[in-house]
T-cell receptor
Framework: KQEVTQIPAALSVPEGENLVLNCSFTDSAIYNLQWFRQDPGKGLTSLLLIQSSQREQTSGRLNASLDKSSGRSTLYIAASQPGDSATYLCAVRYYSGAGSYQLTFGKGTKLSVIP | NAGVTQTPKFQVLKTGQSMTLQCAQDMNHNSMYWYRQDPGMGLRLIYYSASEGTTDKGEVPNGYNVSRLNKREFSLRLESAAPSQTSVYFC?????????????FGPGTRLTVT
């Protein structure tokens, strides 16, 4: 069974700092990996999607990397801002049979960026 | 283009009552999902529908039923609510974007069972 772990569970940084969020998964047979952002009381917003054949994806100040062989992904946030404060979730998509794919989520890292 | 919509946003039920959570997407996606999110547990898949006319159990299906009414709509029903079903419920849909399946989420339904 695929398990996804995110460390740390919570992180507090001063504004302007660069930071890295970590995600690890137990089964390297993944289809892709997706990073989400969740604001308090809200749904999930997709940030970046990395295919299993890719090494990284970039969007603005965000860069996500994937090392499938070691079961790890990182989300790098450059020049953090208070508006980046949210919970960040990592999810891996795998083939669950009969033409279906499912996502398994980590429990998230709660990020606080202090002005 | 509203994306994924869910109704209601909030609901309080008494133990034993029934209710249906509604979900609709306007992105013409084939696959739709229902998740629940609980503190310390993360998101867990309840049921999913890979395409119109099909539904399958996820990780935590007990106590729930689903209906894929058409390509747009996927409903979740609690036949006899229990306090253990107090949670935030998210509906999602996914599409293939040329570089992989990407999942889109609704805003959630916050359900309390007393």
């Amino acid at each position: 069974k695929q398990e996804v772990t995110q460390i740390p569970a919570a992180l507090s940084v001063p504004e302007g700092e660069n930071l890295v969020l970590n995600c690890s998964f137990t089964d390297s047979a993944i289809y892709n990996l997706q990073w989400f952002r969740q604001d308090p009381g809200k749904g999930l917003t997709s940030l970046l999607l990395i295919q299993s054949s890719q090494r990284e994806q970039t969007s603005g100040r965000l860069n996500a990397s994937l090392d499938k062989s070691s079961g790890r992904s990182t989300l790098y946030i450059a020049a953090s801002q208070p508006g980046d404060s949210a919970t960040y979730l990592c999810a891996v998509r795998y083939y669950s049979g009969a033409g279906s794919y499912q996502l398994t989520f980590g429990k998230g890292t709660k990020l606080s960026v202090i002005p | 283009n509203a994306g994924v919509t869910q109704t209601p946003k909030f609901q309080v039920l008494k133990t034993g009552q029934s209710m249906t959570l509604q979900c609709a997407q306007d992105m013409n996606h084939n696959s739709m999902y229902w998740y629940r999110q609980d503190p310390g547990m993360g998101l867990r898949l309840i049921y999913y529908s890979a395409s119109e006319g099909t539904t399958d159990k996820g990780e935590v299906p007990n106590g729930y039923n689903v209906s894929r009414l058409n390509k747009r709509e996927f409903s979740l029903r609690l036949e006899s609510a229990a306090p253990s079903q107090t949670s935030v419920y998210f509906c999602a849909s996914s599409e293939y974007r040329g570089f992989g399946y990407e999942q889109y989420f609704g805003p959630g339904t916050r359900l309390t069972v007393t």
